[in-house]
């Protein structure tokens, strides 16, 4: 590594074996946790100039603390289907860190939630919410339930359910949960509703992604897809590249993936492929995001459907397959390490010149080598996707001065934040020692700020 800190052997020997001797205590303390291991080594192999650097972060405890939650809450949730069974599902909340805000982070619905990708989740969330400047700290949840197959009556059961319990846990200045997968504006409805009721009273800003009619924002449901395309216009253009006239590809296709190639179509690209969680469509000319958008945001129906409007693309099974079509610009957007070792291979094989995380942690550790050993333009999730979080935050602002913002202000701020978290993240890159490495440059500057916030707290 080629670096210019002014640290010596022993300093960064020191910071090396302290970094391995709490991910051993991570893995030993946290057994068969598998993604939330892969989180924290990930964040932790950046840290290490970091702490070589600045030992009072060392002294002070500052990742043992980090990794431990401040509350983990798991709760059953107990609901009557249609036919009128009675089902149980688990429901999850990591309150994980609070030193730069209130916690905030999304409810995941979908059948893989557990412990593990929770707090996975929990801990990318610290650092994204830093990243974006706001005063938010980091939180998740979820159940899994899955909302595929299930009558509103009985989505709107399990979310009271849901909130009976969860609800006494969160609120406008301790914890403000959103959607994510699973979770849209039908959910966020069912649960704002069940919360209010628990109240008594009209807390606006107890959640986000709210629906424009009781305290949402404009640009929220665009938020996560538009900010990933413009972090990496960011990367693009530092490499004087462009989106204008460049072939994309966008794995998912639920609320990031949509907006992600709608903004990405607005800016001169051409998107020729798209999946969901059975197979993917592929149109060398170019999709028409319409059709998608009537598929999965309004009949809530499968990919496969598309070529029945568009008999000229191709319908493959299997989602995985996306990442064999040729593209100068790759966004996963889906779920979690859906690009491994191989798939990166394929991609840059094929000639695919930048990567952008729509979704949450979408790439392997192995992947994300393969990325930046071969020079591939890479941004990381936590600073590409917290779009997102970032509108939730000024959502949250909005509903706290009664004040609601047109989508041009709401826009130009969610423009202006993803341009200032590239800048952060490249410079921190630079100053310690790793020019150009987003991945480090966003976990540094993450953990910068809301590390010095715990040391001016004391030990907590």
């Not at 805000?101 to 990708?117: A, E």
């Not at 191989?342 to 094929?350: G, P, V, Y």
Request: glycine letters at 12%.
């Amino acid at each position: 590594m080629t670096t210019s800190l002014t640290v010596d052997h022993e300093e960064l020997q020191a910071a090396k074996e302290y970094v391995r001797h709490v991910y051993a205590q991570v893995k030993e303390r946290n057994p068969h946790e598998s993604e939330f291991h892969q989180a924290v080594k990930e964040i932790f192999l950046s840290l290490v100039p970091v702490f070589a650097k600045h030992p009072i972060y060392m002294k002070s405890g500052i990742l043992q603390r980090l990794v431990e939650p401040e509350r983990m809450i798991n709760f059953r949730v107990s609901w009557v289907d249609d036919l009128g069974n009675v089902q149980v599902n688990r429901g999850f909340r990591v309150q994980f860190n609070s030193a730069i805000g209130p916690f905030k982070g999304g409810l995941r619905f979908h059948p893989t939630v557990n412990s593990s990708i929770i707090k996975f989740l929990g801990f990318e969330q610290i650092f994204k919410n830093s990243l974006t400047g706001q005063p938010i700290g980091g939180g998740k949840g979820g159940s899994d339930f899955d909302p595929k197959g299930k009558s509103d009556a009985e989505i709107m059961r399990f979310c009271q359910s849901f909130m009976s319990e969860l609800g006494r846990y969160i609120g406008p200045d301790t914890d403000v949960p959103a959607g994510d997968i699973g979770v849209g504006a039908r959910e966020i409805g069912y649960l704002f509703g069940q919360y209010k009721k628990m109240q008594g009273s009209y807390h606006a800003g107890v959640l986000t992604g709210k629906g424009l009619s009781y305290g949402g924002s404009l640009a929220r449901t665009e938020a996560t897809g538009y900010g990933t395309v413009y972090f990496v216009e960011e990367m693009l253009k530092d490499k004087g590249l462009q989106f204008h006239g460049s072939t994309v590809v966008v794995s998912g296709s639920g609320n990031v993936s949509i907006y992600a190639m709608e903004k990405a179509v607005q800016l001169g690209a051409k998107v020729v492929a798209c999946s969901d969680s059975n197979g993917y469509i592929y149109d060398e000319k170019g999709l028409n995001l319409d059709t998608i958008k009537l598929l999965k945001e309004v009949g809530r129906k499968r990919l496969s459907e598309y070529v029945h409007a568009h008999p000229e693309a191709e319908y493959n099974e299997g989602s995985y397959g996306i990442w064999s079509v040729p593209c100068d610009i790759a966004l996963p957007c889906a779920t979690q390490n859906e690009i491994d070792e191989e798939a990166a291979k394929l991609l840059i094989k094929n000639n695919v010149k930048a990567v952008g995380e729509g979704a949450n942690m979408p790439s392997t550790l192995e992947a994300i080598d393969v990325f930046l050993n071969n020079g591939i333009l890479f941004g990381p999730a936590k600073a590409a996707n917290a779009g997102g979080v970032a509108v939730s935050a000024l959502e949250m602002a909005q509903n706290s001065a009664r004040m609601p913002w047109t989508f041009e202000e709401v826009d130009t701020k969610l423009h202006g934040i993803m341009k200032n978290i590239y800048k952060n993240s490249i410079e921190a890159a630079e100053e310690y020692g790793e020019p150009g490495n987003l991945v480090v440059g966003a976990n540094i500057a993450g953990f910068l700020k809301v590390a010095d916030a715990m040391l001016t707290q004391g030990i907590l």
